[in-house]
Protein backbone atom coordinates (compact mmCIF):
# COMPACT_ATOMS: atom_id res chain seq x y z
CA UNK A 1 0.00 0.00 0.00
CA UNK A 2 1.47 3.02 -1.24
CA UNK A 3 1.10 6.13 1.53
CA UNK A 4 1.66 9.95 1.28
CA UNK A 5 4.24 11.55 3.59
CA UNK A 6 2.26 13.56 5.80
CA UNK A 7 0.57 14.96 9.06
CA UNK A 8 -2.65 14.63 10.40
CA UNK A 9 -4.55 17.85 10.46
CA UNK A 10 -8.15 19.80 11.43
CA UNK A 11 -10.23 20.80 8.32
CA UNK A 12 -9.81 24.85 8.14
CA UNK A 13 -6.97 24.65 10.33
CA UNK A 14 -4.90 26.30 7.63
CA UNK A 15 -6.98 29.18 7.91
CA UNK A 16 -5.40 29.96 11.89
CA UNK A 17 -2.24 28.63 11.50
CA UNK A 18 1.20 28.33 10.16
CA UNK A 19 1.93 25.33 8.00
CA UNK A 20 4.65 23.36 8.29
CA UNK A 21 5.56 23.46 4.87
CA UNK A 22 7.67 20.20 4.97
CA UNK A 23 5.00 18.41 5.84
CA UNK A 24 2.37 19.43 3.10
CA UNK A 25 2.36 16.36 0.31
CA UNK A 26 2.69 18.37 -2.90
CA UNK A 27 2.99 16.64 -6.69
CA UNK A 28 6.61 16.72 -6.44
CA UNK A 29 6.01 14.26 -3.74
CA UNK A 30 4.59 11.28 -5.34
CA UNK A 31 6.23 8.09 -5.12
CA UNK A 32 7.27 5.77 -7.71
CA UNK A 33 4.49 3.26 -7.40
CA UNK A 34 2.01 6.51 -7.64
CA UNK A 35 3.90 7.44 -10.64
CA UNK A 36 3.74 3.33 -12.52
CA UNK A 37 -0.14 4.16 -11.44
CA UNK A 38 -0.27 7.19 -13.24
CA UNK A 39 1.85 5.44 -16.11
CA UNK A 40 -0.51 3.06 -16.57
CA UNK A 41 -3.60 4.74 -16.48
CA UNK A 42 -2.09 7.92 -18.94
CA UNK A 43 -1.53 4.81 -21.42
CA UNK A 44 -5.24 3.42 -21.05
CA UNK A 45 -6.61 6.86 -21.72
CA UNK A 46 -4.30 7.18 -24.67
CA UNK A 47 -4.29 3.88 -26.48
CA UNK A 48 -7.77 2.89 -25.72
CA UNK A 49 -9.76 5.73 -24.89
CA UNK A 50 -9.39 8.26 -26.81
CA UNK A 51 -9.80 6.00 -30.30
CA UNK A 52 -12.73 4.48 -28.80
CA UNK A 53 -14.43 8.45 -28.17
CA UNK A 54 -15.83 8.77 -31.55
CA UNK A 55 -18.06 5.57 -30.41
CA UNK A 56 -18.86 6.63 -27.35
CA UNK A 57 -20.33 9.75 -28.58
CA UNK A 58 -22.35 7.39 -30.83
CA UNK A 59 -23.78 6.12 -27.63
CA UNK A 60 -21.83 2.66 -28.01
CA UNK A 61 -22.62 1.44 -24.26
CA UNK A 62 -20.95 -1.95 -24.91
CA UNK A 63 -17.43 0.15 -25.90
CA UNK A 64 -18.47 1.79 -22.54
CA UNK A 65 -19.02 -1.43 -20.60
CA UNK A 66 -15.66 -2.93 -22.35
CA UNK A 67 -13.63 0.26 -21.09
CA UNK A 68 -14.99 -0.14 -17.67
CA UNK A 69 -14.06 -3.92 -17.52
CA UNK A 70 -10.58 -3.24 -19.10
CA UNK A 71 -9.90 -0.30 -16.29
CA UNK A 72 -11.19 -3.54 -13.69
CA UNK A 73 -8.40 -5.72 -15.47
CA UNK A 74 -5.34 -2.73 -14.95
CA UNK A 75 -6.74 -1.96 -11.84
CA UNK A 76 -7.69 1.19 -11.75
CA UNK A 77 -11.12 0.51 -10.35
CA UNK A 78 -9.97 -0.70 -7.31
CA UNK A 79 -7.23 2.02 -5.42
CA UNK A 80 -10.18 2.75 -3.27
CA UNK A 81 -11.48 -1.30 -2.34
CA UNK A 82 -9.85 -3.13 0.43
CA UNK A 83 -8.29 -6.29 -0.28
CA UNK A 84 -10.83 -8.63 1.38
CA UNK A 85 -12.79 -7.33 -1.88
CA UNK A 86 -10.98 -7.85 -4.58
CA UNK A 87 -9.37 -4.01 -4.39
CA UNK A 88 -5.74 -2.65 -4.07
CA UNK A 89 -6.32 -0.97 -1.06
CA UNK A 90 -4.20 1.95 -2.11
CA UNK A 91 -4.23 5.80 -0.43
CA UNK A 92 -6.06 8.45 -1.81
CA UNK A 93 -3.67 10.04 -3.41
CA UNK A 94 -3.44 7.43 -5.71
CA UNK A 95 -6.43 7.67 -6.49
CA UNK A 96 -5.93 10.88 -7.45
CA UNK A 97 -3.28 10.56 -9.45
CA UNK A 98 -5.60 7.92 -11.67
CA UNK A 99 -8.04 10.66 -11.62
CA UNK A 100 -6.15 13.23 -13.45
CA UNK A 101 -5.05 10.74 -15.64
CA UNK A 102 -8.50 9.96 -16.80
CA UNK A 103 -9.77 13.78 -16.56
CA UNK A 104 -7.86 13.84 -20.31
CA UNK A 105 -11.45 12.25 -21.60
CA UNK A 106 -14.33 13.81 -19.68
CA UNK A 107 -16.97 11.69 -21.19
CA UNK A 108 -15.15 8.52 -19.97
CA UNK A 109 -14.02 10.16 -16.60
CA UNK A 110 -17.55 11.12 -16.08
CA UNK A 111 -18.40 7.26 -16.76
CA UNK A 112 -15.83 6.19 -13.87
CA UNK A 113 -16.39 8.65 -11.31
CA UNK A 114 -19.55 7.28 -10.79
CA UNK A 115 -18.39 3.56 -10.94
CA UNK A 116 -15.03 4.66 -8.23
CA UNK A 117 -16.62 7.59 -6.52
CA UNK A 118 -20.08 7.34 -6.22
CA UNK A 119 -21.02 3.72 -6.17
CA UNK A 120 -17.75 2.09 -4.39
CA UNK A 121 -17.57 5.18 -2.14
CA UNK A 122 -20.73 4.61 -0.20
CA UNK A 123 -20.54 0.99 -0.29
CA UNK A 124 -17.16 1.26 1.29
CA UNK A 125 -18.22 3.53 4.01
CA UNK A 126 -21.68 2.14 5.19
CA UNK A 127 -22.11 -1.79 3.34
CA UNK A 128 -22.59 -4.25 5.52
CA UNK A 129 -20.37 -7.38 5.23
CA UNK A 130 -22.70 -9.28 3.36
CA UNK A 131 -22.98 -6.27 1.02
CA UNK A 132 -19.26 -5.84 0.16
CA UNK A 133 -19.08 -9.12 -0.53
CA UNK A 134 -21.84 -9.04 -3.34
CA UNK A 135 -20.67 -6.08 -5.04
CA UNK A 136 -17.34 -4.85 -4.18
CA UNK A 137 -15.37 -7.47 -6.28
CA UNK A 138 -17.46 -7.27 -9.12
CA UNK A 139 -17.47 -3.24 -9.48
CA UNK A 140 -13.59 -3.39 -8.85
CA UNK A 141 -13.19 -5.84 -11.72
CA UNK A 142 -15.50 -3.85 -13.73
CA UNK A 143 -18.00 -6.65 -14.23
CA UNK A 144 -20.90 -4.42 -12.83
CA UNK A 145 -21.54 -0.72 -13.47
CA UNK A 146 -22.70 1.38 -10.63
CA UNK A 147 -24.56 4.69 -11.01
CA UNK A 148 -25.86 7.19 -8.07
CA UNK A 149 -29.10 8.11 -7.81
CA UNK A 150 -30.05 11.34 -5.67
CA UNK A 151 -31.11 13.78 -7.88
CA UNK A 152 -35.12 14.77 -9.21
CA UNK A 153 -36.07 17.41 -11.43
CA UNK A 154 -38.36 18.65 -8.39
CA UNK A 155 -35.75 18.86 -5.72
CA UNK A 156 -32.44 19.42 -7.61
CA UNK A 157 -30.16 21.11 -5.20
CA UNK A 158 -32.27 20.50 -2.24
CA UNK A 159 -31.57 16.78 -1.90
CA UNK A 160 -33.32 15.99 1.25
CA UNK A 161 -36.57 17.16 -0.48
CA UNK A 162 -36.56 14.17 -3.00
CA UNK A 163 -40.58 12.75 -3.20
CA UNK A 164 -39.14 8.95 -4.03
CA UNK A 165 -40.41 6.98 -1.43
CA UNK A 166 -39.79 3.33 -0.44
CA UNK A 167 -42.68 1.85 1.41
CA UNK A 168 -41.69 -0.83 4.13
CA UNK A 169 -43.15 -3.95 3.48
CA UNK A 170 -44.64 -6.56 6.61
CA UNK A 171 -41.62 -8.81 5.93
CA UNK A 172 -39.19 -5.88 6.18
CA UNK A 173 -38.28 -5.84 2.53
CA UNK A 174 -39.29 -2.41 0.58
CA UNK A 175 -41.36 -1.14 -2.75
CA UNK A 176 -39.93 1.91 -4.30
CA UNK A 177 -41.75 4.63 -6.22
CA UNK A 178 -40.21 7.10 -8.06
CA UNK A 179 -37.92 9.07 -10.58
CA UNK A 180 -34.43 9.88 -10.55
CA UNK A 181 -32.73 12.26 -13.07
CA UNK A 182 -29.61 13.03 -14.59
CA UNK A 183 -28.16 9.29 -13.45
CA UNK A 184 -24.81 8.56 -15.02
CA UNK A 185 -24.85 5.32 -16.42
CA UNK A 186 -28.02 5.44 -15.89
CA UNK A 187 -28.99 3.51 -19.66
CA UNK A 188 -26.68 0.12 -18.71
CA UNK A 189 -25.51 0.38 -15.22
CA UNK A 190 -26.23 -2.95 -13.35
CA UNK A 191 -26.72 -1.77 -9.60
CA UNK A 192 -27.84 1.58 -8.48
CA UNK A 193 -27.16 3.72 -5.12
CA UNK A 194 -30.56 5.39 -4.92
CA UNK A 195 -32.10 7.45 -1.93
CA UNK A 196 -35.48 7.35 -1.42
CA UNK A 197 -37.96 8.52 2.01
CA UNK A 198 -39.18 5.59 3.89
CA UNK A 199 -43.02 5.64 4.68
CA UNK A 200 -44.59 2.93 6.82
CA UNK A 201 -46.59 0.65 4.20
CA UNK A 202 -49.97 -1.40 5.48
CA UNK A 203 -49.25 -4.16 8.28
CA UNK A 204 -45.65 -3.46 8.52
CA UNK A 205 -44.93 -3.03 12.52
CA UNK A 206 -42.48 -1.05 14.54
CA UNK A 207 -41.70 1.38 11.59
CA UNK A 208 -42.16 4.40 13.59
CA UNK A 209 -43.40 8.10 12.39
CA UNK A 210 -42.25 10.35 9.55
CA UNK A 211 -40.47 9.68 6.81
CA UNK A 212 -36.64 8.32 6.97
CA UNK A 213 -34.36 9.81 4.19
CA UNK A 214 -32.29 6.80 3.27
CA UNK A 215 -30.07 4.85 0.91
CA UNK A 216 -31.01 1.44 -0.71
CA UNK A 217 -28.67 -0.84 -2.88
CA UNK A 218 -31.24 -1.47 -6.18
CA UNK A 219 -29.85 -3.76 -8.92
CA UNK A 220 -31.65 -3.11 -12.24
CA UNK A 221 -32.40 -6.73 -12.26
CA UNK A 222 -34.95 -5.79 -10.10
CA UNK A 223 -39.00 -6.16 -10.78
CA UNK A 224 -39.92 -2.52 -11.77
CA UNK A 225 -36.58 -0.83 -12.35
CA UNK A 226 -35.95 1.06 -15.79
CA UNK A 227 -34.10 3.49 -17.66
CA UNK A 228 -35.67 6.42 -19.36
CA UNK A 229 -34.47 7.90 -22.65
CA UNK A 230 -30.99 9.54 -23.12
CA UNK A 231 -31.00 13.06 -21.97
CA UNK A 232 -30.01 15.25 -25.08
CA UNK A 233 -27.41 17.02 -23.68
CA UNK A 234 -24.55 20.39 -24.39
CA UNK A 235 -21.57 18.21 -23.60
CA UNK A 236 -19.41 14.63 -22.23
CA UNK A 237 -22.19 13.41 -25.13
CA UNK A 238 -20.09 10.12 -24.80
CA UNK A 239 -21.24 9.44 -21.21
CA UNK A 240 -24.91 7.58 -20.46
CA UNK A 241 -27.04 9.87 -18.23
CA UNK A 242 -30.54 8.83 -18.67
CA UNK A 243 -33.99 9.21 -15.48
CA UNK A 244 -33.95 6.17 -13.36
CA UNK A 245 -37.85 4.79 -13.02
CA UNK A 246 -38.91 3.00 -10.14
CA UNK A 247 -42.68 1.72 -10.54
CA UNK A 248 -43.70 -0.73 -7.63
CA UNK A 249 -39.62 -1.34 -7.50
CA UNK A 250 -39.14 -4.83 -5.13
CA UNK A 251 -36.29 -4.04 -3.29
CA UNK A 252 -35.14 -6.78 -0.66
CA UNK A 253 -34.73 -5.37 3.58
CA UNK A 254 -30.88 -6.94 3.20
CA UNK A 255 -30.22 -4.17 0.23
CA UNK A 256 -31.14 -1.08 2.91
CA UNK A 257 -27.53 1.02 2.96
CA UNK A 258 -26.58 1.99 6.15
CA UNK A 259 -29.17 3.11 8.81
CA UNK A 260 -32.67 3.79 7.70
CA UNK A 261 -32.77 7.44 8.12
CA UNK A 262 -29.02 8.12 7.67
CA UNK A 263 -29.19 8.91 4.10
CA UNK A 264 -28.43 12.16 4.07
CA UNK A 265 -25.06 11.16 6.15
CA UNK A 266 -24.01 8.82 3.33
CA UNK A 267 -24.94 10.87 0.48
CA UNK A 268 -23.26 14.16 1.86
CA UNK A 269 -20.01 11.96 2.54
CA UNK A 270 -19.98 10.33 -1.14
CA UNK A 271 -20.10 13.87 -2.16
CA UNK A 272 -17.39 15.26 -0.35
CA UNK A 273 -14.93 12.53 -1.79
CA UNK A 274 -16.78 12.70 -5.29
CA UNK A 275 -15.76 16.30 -5.23
CA UNK A 276 -12.24 15.19 -4.69
CA UNK A 277 -11.96 13.17 -7.50
CA UNK A 278 -14.07 15.67 -9.93
CA UNK A 279 -11.11 17.92 -8.52
CA UNK A 280 -8.60 15.81 -9.82
CA UNK A 281 -10.32 15.08 -13.28
CA UNK A 282 -10.60 18.88 -14.11
CA UNK A 283 -6.49 19.22 -12.41
CA UNK A 284 -6.01 16.55 -15.32
CA UNK A 285 -8.54 18.36 -18.03
CA UNK A 286 -6.63 21.44 -17.43
CA UNK A 287 -3.19 19.92 -17.20
CA UNK A 288 -4.28 18.44 -21.00
CA UNK A 289 -5.42 21.42 -22.59
CA UNK A 290 -2.93 23.64 -21.79
CA UNK A 291 -0.44 21.69 -23.83
CA UNK A 292 -3.07 21.39 -26.27
CA UNK A 293 -2.70 25.25 -26.41
CA UNK A 294 0.49 25.02 -26.51
CA UNK A 295 1.09 23.24 -29.73
CA UNK A 296 -1.04 25.00 -31.58
CA UNK A 297 0.29 28.63 -30.56
CA UNK A 298 3.40 27.46 -31.34
CA UNK A 299 2.59 26.04 -35.12
CA UNK A 300 0.07 29.03 -36.00
CA UNK A 301 1.44 31.89 -37.76
CA UNK A 302 0.30 34.90 -38.42
CA UNK A 303 2.01 38.36 -39.73
CA UNK A 304 4.98 35.46 -40.24
CA UNK A 305 5.73 34.48 -36.37
CA UNK A 306 3.76 31.74 -34.60
CA UNK A 307 0.75 33.30 -32.00
CA UNK A 308 3.28 32.12 -29.39
CA UNK A 309 5.66 34.88 -29.59
CA UNK A 310 2.55 37.36 -29.30
CA UNK A 311 2.82 39.08 -25.87
CA UNK A 312 -1.05 38.73 -25.90
CA UNK A 313 -1.17 34.89 -26.31
CA UNK A 314 1.85 34.76 -23.62
CA UNK A 315 -0.16 36.15 -21.21
CA UNK A 316 -3.16 33.75 -21.55
CA UNK A 317 -0.67 30.52 -21.46
CA UNK A 318 0.92 32.20 -18.34
CA UNK A 319 -2.25 32.85 -16.65
CA UNK A 320 -3.87 29.14 -17.20
CA UNK A 321 -0.80 27.79 -16.00
CA UNK A 322 -0.54 29.90 -12.74
CA UNK A 323 -4.05 29.63 -12.08
CA UNK A 324 -3.74 25.30 -13.03
CA UNK A 325 -0.78 25.56 -10.54
CA UNK A 326 -2.49 26.51 -7.46
CA UNK A 327 -5.32 23.96 -8.27
CA UNK A 328 -2.97 20.85 -8.18
CA UNK A 329 -1.72 22.33 -5.46
CA UNK A 330 -4.76 22.35 -3.37
CA UNK A 331 -5.08 19.25 -4.52
CA UNK A 332 -2.25 17.23 -3.72
CA UNK A 333 -2.33 19.06 -0.48
CA UNK A 334 -5.72 17.85 0.56
CA UNK A 335 -5.67 14.33 -0.47
CA UNK A 336 -2.37 14.02 1.58
CA UNK A 337 -4.51 15.67 4.52
CA UNK A 338 -6.71 12.78 4.01
CA UNK A 339 -4.10 10.24 3.85
CA UNK A 340 -2.39 11.47 7.22
CA UNK A 341 -5.64 11.28 8.65
CA UNK A 342 -5.60 7.40 7.44
CA UNK A 343 -2.31 6.23 7.98
CA UNK A 344 -2.65 2.88 10.10
CA UNK A 345 -6.56 3.13 10.16
CA UNK A 346 -8.54 1.31 7.75
CA UNK A 347 -11.83 0.73 9.05
CA UNK A 348 -15.40 2.57 7.84
CA UNK A 349 -16.04 4.51 10.42
CA UNK A 350 -12.44 6.29 10.25
CA UNK A 351 -13.10 7.06 6.03
CA UNK A 352 -15.99 8.57 7.04
CA UNK A 353 -14.73 10.71 9.49
CA UNK A 354 -11.58 11.73 7.27
CA UNK A 355 -14.41 12.56 4.65
CA UNK A 356 -15.97 14.62 6.72
CA UNK A 357 -12.75 16.40 8.45
CA UNK A 358 -11.63 17.48 4.95
CA UNK A 359 -14.85 18.55 3.48
CA UNK A 360 -14.26 22.08 3.49
CA UNK A 361 -11.54 21.32 1.89
CA UNK A 362 -13.05 19.26 -0.71
CA UNK A 363 -15.72 22.15 -1.71
CA UNK A 364 -12.95 24.57 -2.13
CA UNK A 365 -11.20 22.40 -4.77
CA UNK A 366 -14.30 21.58 -6.31
CA UNK A 367 -15.41 25.62 -7.15
CA UNK A 368 -11.74 26.24 -8.08
CA UNK A 369 -10.98 23.34 -10.21
CA UNK A 370 -14.04 23.49 -12.11
CA UNK A 371 -14.01 27.32 -12.35
CA UNK A 372 -10.12 27.02 -13.49
CA UNK A 373 -10.79 24.23 -16.51
CA UNK A 374 -13.55 26.98 -17.51
CA UNK A 375 -11.03 29.74 -17.82
CA UNK A 376 -8.01 27.04 -19.57
CA UNK A 377 -10.30 25.68 -21.75
CA UNK A 378 -12.57 28.89 -22.74
CA UNK A 379 -8.43 30.47 -23.63
CA UNK A 380 -7.55 27.49 -25.51
CA UNK A 381 -10.76 28.02 -27.99
CA UNK A 382 -9.53 31.48 -28.19
CA UNK A 383 -6.17 30.92 -28.75
CA UNK A 384 -7.12 28.21 -31.68
CA UNK A 385 -9.65 31.16 -32.87
CA UNK A 386 -11.77 30.03 -35.69
CA UNK A 387 -10.61 26.89 -35.54
CA UNK A 388 -11.52 26.27 -31.93
CA UNK A 389 -15.33 27.10 -32.41
CA UNK A 390 -15.51 24.17 -34.80
CA UNK A 391 -15.36 20.60 -34.22
CA UNK A 392 -12.43 19.51 -36.83
CA UNK A 393 -10.48 20.31 -33.49
CA UNK A 394 -10.75 19.00 -29.96
CA UNK A 395 -11.12 22.07 -28.29
CA UNK A 396 -14.91 22.52 -29.32
CA UNK A 397 -15.60 19.33 -27.44
CA UNK A 398 -13.72 20.03 -24.74
CA UNK A 399 -15.04 23.56 -23.73
CA UNK A 400 -18.28 21.75 -23.76
CA UNK A 401 -17.68 18.89 -21.90
CA UNK A 402 -16.41 20.98 -18.81
CA UNK A 403 -19.69 22.95 -18.37
CA UNK A 404 -21.28 20.87 -15.97
CA UNK A 405 -18.41 20.45 -13.96
CA UNK A 406 -19.98 23.31 -12.05
CA UNK A 407 -23.11 21.55 -11.73
CA UNK A 408 -21.96 18.41 -10.66
CA UNK A 409 -21.35 17.31 -6.87
CA UNK A 410 -23.41 20.06 -5.92
CA UNK A 411 -23.48 23.30 -7.63
CA UNK A 412 -20.93 25.96 -7.03
CA UNK A 413 -23.07 27.93 -5.47
CA UNK A 414 -24.06 25.37 -3.21
CA UNK A 415 -20.55 24.55 -2.54
CA UNK A 416 -19.69 28.38 -2.12
CA UNK A 417 -22.52 28.58 1.07
CA UNK A 418 -21.18 25.03 2.65
CA UNK A 419 -17.44 26.51 2.92
CA UNK A 420 -17.95 29.31 5.37
CA UNK A 421 -21.33 27.10 6.52
CA UNK A 422 -19.09 24.53 7.79
CA UNK A 423 -16.53 26.79 9.63
CA UNK A 424 -18.99 28.47 11.36
CA UNK A 425 -20.45 25.52 12.45
CA UNK A 426 -16.99 24.41 13.63
CA UNK A 427 -16.10 27.50 14.94
CA UNK A 428 -19.30 27.94 17.21
CA UNK A 429 -19.38 24.03 18.31
CA UNK A 430 -15.90 24.71 19.77
CA UNK A 431 -13.57 22.55 17.02
CA UNK A 432 -11.63 25.45 15.60
CA UNK A 433 -10.79 28.04 17.08
CA UNK A 434 -11.74 30.91 14.68
CA UNK A 435 -13.47 33.07 17.00
CA UNK A 436 -10.81 33.64 19.16
CA UNK A 437 -8.05 34.13 16.51
CA UNK A 438 -10.38 37.18 15.40
CA UNK A 439 -10.80 38.61 18.69
CA UNK A 440 -6.72 38.38 18.72
CA UNK A 441 -6.72 39.51 15.60
CA UNK A 442 -9.17 42.84 16.59
CA UNK A 443 -6.66 43.38 19.54
CA UNK A 444 -3.92 43.33 16.85
CA UNK A 445 -4.98 45.99 14.86
CA UNK A 446 -5.70 48.19 17.60
CA UNK A 447 -1.94 48.32 18.64
CA UNK A 448 0.49 50.33 16.35
CA UNK A 449 3.33 47.91 14.63
CA UNK A 450 6.20 48.62 12.89
CA UNK A 451 6.12 47.35 8.97
CA UNK A 452 7.58 44.38 8.20
CA UNK A 453 10.45 44.41 5.25
CA UNK A 454 12.54 42.01 3.61
CA UNK A 455 11.91 41.05 0.19
CA UNK A 456 14.11 37.76 -0.02
CA UNK A 457 12.87 34.95 -2.12
CA UNK A 458 9.09 34.34 -1.58
CA UNK A 459 8.70 36.64 1.52
CA UNK A 460 6.74 39.51 0.36
CA UNK A 461 4.15 36.46 -0.58
CA UNK A 462 4.61 34.92 2.78
CA UNK A 463 3.33 38.49 3.78
CA UNK A 464 0.57 38.43 1.47
CA UNK A 465 -0.97 34.91 2.66
CA UNK A 466 -0.65 35.91 6.10
CA UNK A 467 -2.29 39.29 5.17
CA UNK A 468 -5.23 37.80 3.63
CA UNK A 469 -5.77 35.15 6.12
CA UNK A 470 -6.61 37.92 8.68
CA UNK A 471 -8.64 39.75 6.27
CA UNK A 472 -10.73 36.30 6.17
CA UNK A 473 -10.91 36.17 9.85
CA UNK A 474 -11.87 39.65 9.83
CA UNK A 475 -14.99 39.57 7.41
CA UNK A 476 -15.87 36.55 8.86
CA UNK A 477 -15.94 37.75 12.26
CA UNK A 478 -17.93 40.68 11.31
CA UNK A 479 -20.22 39.09 9.84
CA UNK A 480 -20.78 36.40 12.25
CA UNK A 481 -21.38 39.58 14.98
CA UNK A 482 -23.82 41.51 12.41
CA UNK A 483 -25.89 39.03 11.52
CA UNK A 484 -25.74 36.22 14.22
CA UNK A 485 -27.98 33.38 13.47
CA UNK A 486 -29.02 35.04 10.00
CA UNK A 487 -26.28 35.03 8.48
CA UNK A 488 -27.32 31.70 6.47
CA UNK A 489 -30.21 34.34 5.07
CA UNK A 490 -26.78 36.14 3.47
CA UNK A 491 -26.28 34.51 0.89
CA UNK A 492 -24.09 37.18 -1.28
CA UNK A 493 -21.98 37.56 2.09
CA UNK A 494 -21.31 34.05 2.52
CA UNK A 495 -20.13 33.41 -1.43
CA UNK A 496 -17.78 36.16 -0.61
CA UNK A 497 -16.69 34.82 2.51
CA UNK A 498 -15.98 31.38 -0.11
CA UNK A 499 -14.31 33.19 -2.68
CA UNK A 500 -12.10 34.50 0.36
CA UNK A 501 -11.65 31.13 1.29
CA UNK A 502 -10.72 29.82 -1.79
CA UNK A 503 -8.09 32.27 -2.41
CA UNK A 504 -6.61 31.93 0.95
CA UNK A 505 -6.48 28.23 0.44
CA UNK A 506 -5.22 28.51 -3.32
CA UNK A 507 -2.21 31.26 -2.19
CA UNK A 508 -1.18 29.17 0.60
CA UNK A 509 -0.98 25.88 -1.29
CA UNK A 510 0.96 27.59 -3.95
CA UNK A 511 3.45 28.93 -1.97
CA UNK A 512 4.41 26.11 0.72
CA UNK A 513 4.80 24.18 -3.64
CA UNK A 514 7.04 26.68 -5.09
CA UNK A 515 9.03 26.92 -1.46
CA UNK A 516 9.75 23.32 -1.77
CA UNK A 517 10.39 22.90 -5.72
CA UNK A 518 12.37 27.07 -6.73
CA UNK A 519 12.45 27.51 -10.02
CA UNK A 520 9.47 28.58 -12.15
CA UNK A 521 7.58 27.04 -9.51
CA UNK A 522 7.84 30.21 -7.99
CA UNK A 523 6.80 32.24 -11.36
CA UNK A 524 3.33 30.05 -11.11
CA UNK A 525 2.98 30.99 -7.20
CA UNK A 526 3.96 34.86 -7.06
CA UNK A 527 1.54 35.18 -10.53
CA UNK A 528 -1.35 33.51 -8.58
CA UNK A 529 -0.85 35.18 -5.56
CA UNK A 530 -0.33 39.02 -6.87
CA UNK A 531 -3.93 38.16 -8.40
CA UNK A 532 -5.57 36.25 -5.73
CA UNK A 533 -4.45 39.32 -3.20
CA UNK A 534 -6.39 41.63 -5.20
CA UNK A 535 -9.63 39.24 -5.45
CA UNK A 536 -9.32 38.79 -1.59
CA UNK A 537 -9.63 42.86 -1.15
CA UNK A 538 -12.77 43.20 -3.62
CA UNK A 539 -14.20 40.36 -2.32
CA UNK A 540 -13.73 41.60 1.37
CA UNK A 541 -15.21 45.06 0.53
CA UNK A 542 -18.12 43.55 -0.90
CA UNK A 543 -18.58 41.74 2.10
CA UNK A 544 -17.92 44.61 4.80
CA UNK A 545 -20.40 47.30 3.01
CA UNK A 546 -23.00 44.40 3.18
CA UNK A 547 -22.48 43.67 7.05
CA UNK A 548 -21.44 47.86 7.86
CA UNK A 549 -21.98 51.36 7.04
CA UNK A 550 -21.17 54.85 8.39
CA UNK A 551 -18.50 54.97 10.64
CA UNK A 552 -18.17 51.44 11.11
CA UNK A 553 -17.20 50.82 7.45
CA UNK A 554 -14.76 53.06 7.34
CA UNK A 555 -12.61 51.74 10.28
CA UNK A 556 -12.96 48.25 9.21
CA UNK A 557 -12.02 49.42 5.66
CA UNK A 558 -8.69 51.70 6.91
CA UNK A 559 -8.06 48.06 8.94
CA UNK A 560 -8.59 46.45 5.38
CA UNK A 561 -6.19 48.89 3.78
CA UNK A 562 -3.65 48.25 6.79
CA UNK A 563 -4.06 44.21 6.98
CA UNK A 564 -3.43 43.84 2.94
CA UNK A 565 -0.54 45.95 2.25
CA UNK A 566 0.54 43.49 -1.45
CA UNK A 567 2.94 45.27 -3.60
CA UNK A 568 2.59 44.61 -6.94
CA UNK A 569 5.28 42.39 -8.73
CA UNK A 570 6.08 41.87 -12.41
CA UNK A 571 3.30 39.12 -13.62
CA UNK A 572 3.71 40.26 -17.59
CA UNK A 573 7.10 39.07 -17.09
CA UNK A 574 6.57 35.60 -14.63
CA UNK A 575 3.92 35.21 -17.32
CA UNK A 576 6.16 35.56 -20.54
CA UNK A 577 8.80 33.05 -18.59
CA UNK A 578 5.97 30.77 -17.65
CA UNK A 579 4.53 31.08 -21.44
CA UNK A 580 7.82 30.54 -23.38
CA UNK A 581 8.53 27.48 -20.95
CA UNK A 582 5.44 25.83 -21.70
CA UNK A 583 5.63 26.51 -25.38
CA UNK A 584 9.38 24.96 -25.44
CA UNK A 585 8.46 22.13 -24.00
CA UNK A 586 4.87 21.57 -25.97
CA UNK A 587 3.04 20.96 -22.73
CA UNK A 588 2.14 22.01 -19.38
CA UNK A 589 5.55 22.47 -17.39
CA UNK A 590 4.77 20.97 -13.98
Not at 1 to 26: N, Q, R
Request: hydrophobic share 45%; aromatic share 6%; glycine share 10%.
Amino acid sequence: MTTTTTTAAKGGSWLIEEADASAVFTREKLSEEHRLIGQTADEFIDHEVSPALEKLEQKDWATARALVARCGELGLLATDVPEAYGGLALDKTASIVVGESVGRCASFATTLGAQVGLTITPLVCFGTEEQKRAYLPRLASGEMVGAYALSESGSGSDALGAKARATRQPDGSFVLNGEKMWITNGGFADVFIVFAKIVPGAGAAGTGNGELFSAFIVERAFPGVSSGKEEHKLGILGSSTTPLILQDARVPAVNLLGEAGKGHKIAFNTLNYGRLKLGAMCSGGGRMAIGEAARYAAQRKQFGQPIASFGAIKYKLGEMTARQYAVESMLYRTAGLIDGTLQGRHGSDEYVAALEEFAIESSILKVASSETIDYILDENVQIHGGNGFVRDYPAERHYRDARVNRIFEGTNEINRLLIPGMLIRRALKGELPLIPAARRLMDELLTPSAPELGDAALEPQKRAVAAMKKVALMVLGTAMQTFGEKLTDQQEVLMALADVAIDVYGSECALIRAEQAGGLHVDAACAYINDAAARVEQSAKTALAATADGDTLRMLLAALRRLLKVTPVNTIAMRRRLADATVERRGYLF
